[in-house]
């Protein structure tokens, strides 16, 4: 007799009108085309297809997919798409299924989600339907990470091209070539209760273990926990963010003397003074409070059958 699947692992039900919202300056496999002609051979009859150029572009595909009745949505692109589209998609229970076509794929790399477009594609038409968790900041939801000081000013000011080169290596050295040093008196509340209150230089909240640059830096983590990694660094001026750095790449951030790390569900935070503030690698504005907190099983994902 064969074992009942838990609820978030339930066999996909047949799949109806499937969406593609993609970001048509990234590439995967043999591009769209492919795609597209790998869904039709498939059996997908009932295509909704939508492309833009920016994804700050794609909630509004998103949302228009969802109101024609798609009961499937693939995302093409990188960690910046995932996020607009899980911040619509978010609550609505229509699956998204993951075509990782960008630099870092950072949430599809956490979840083991192929780097084969067909595979990718079998992935989202026969894969386990998984509610993961998302976090949610200053009202926007985010699927890896987002953070504050060091950490926006370096997502911020990143060179892409650079990224693409040397990996982790890429973060460790834009890291230390755009350092400043600035220490901003920083108060973190956790689930109702202080926990920091101390000049800092980054704050950092993660949903999955590895992050920007391919770093491990929450070795505990994980999308489906019910709660977020919460990170802060004290680390100022060159020399200390090169250890700190250099600890996070061979992933003993807990290590550090300059970081801090812990667990939680609500977290509120001040700084002194404006800090910039980003998630899934793309940067906000800047402000002297965050409001964060855990949304738990709140995206539906299209996961391999084998756990990453």
């Given amino acids: 007799m064969s074992t009942p699947a838990r609820p978030d692992e339930a066999a996909p039900a047949p799949v109806g009108t499937v969406a593609v919202v993609a970001h048509r300056k990234k590439t995967f496999g043999g591009g769209l085309d492919e795609l597209r002609a790998t869904l039709v051979g498939a059996g997908v009859d009932d295509l909704l297809w939508y492309e833009v150029p920016k994804s700050r572009k794609a909630p509004k595909k998103v949302r228009r997919a969802l109101d024609r009745g798609a009961k499937l949505v693939y995302v093409w692109g990188g960690d910046g798409m995932v996020q607009r589209c899980a911040d619509v998609l978010a609550g609505t229970g229509v699956p998204m299924a993951i075509l990782p076509a ?32 998302l976090g949610r900041i200053n009202g926007e939801h985010f699927a890896v990470m987002a953070g504050a000081g060091f950490d926006g000013d370096l997502i911020g000011e990143a060179d892409r091209r650079l990224k693409g080169r040397l990996g982790r290596l890429a973060y460790v050295w834009t890291g230390l070539r755009h350092v400043r040093g600035e220490l901003v008196r920083t108060r973190i509340r956790v689930d109702g ?25 929450f070795d505990d983590a994980r999308p489906d926990s019910g709660a977020l990694e919460i990170g802060v660094a004290t680390a100022n001026g060159a020399v200390d963010w090169a250890r700190t750095l250099g600890r996070m790449a061979a992933g003993r951030s807990e290590e550090s003397p300059f970081v801090r790390i812990t667990r939680g569900r609500k977290i509120r935070v001040r700084f002194a003074a404006p800090k910039t503030y980003e998630l899934d690698g793309g940067a906000r504005g800047q402000v002297t409070r965050l409001k964060v907190r855990v949304v738990p099983g709140a995206l539906t994902v299209c996961c391999p059958d084998e756990r990453p």
Avoid: K, M
């Avoid at 790399?109 to 780097?115: A, D, F, K, S, W």
């Fill in 102 to 133: 960008g630099t870092a794929n950072l949430f599809a790399t956490n979840l083991g989600i192929p780097t084969d477009l067909p595979e990718a594609v079998r992935n989202g038409l026969r894969g386990r339907r998984r509610r993961l968790d």
């Fill in 193 to 217: 209760s202080d926990w920091f209150d101390a000049e800092a230089s980054c704050v950092l909240f993660g949903n999955v273990g590895t992050i920007t640059g391919g770093i491990p830096a």
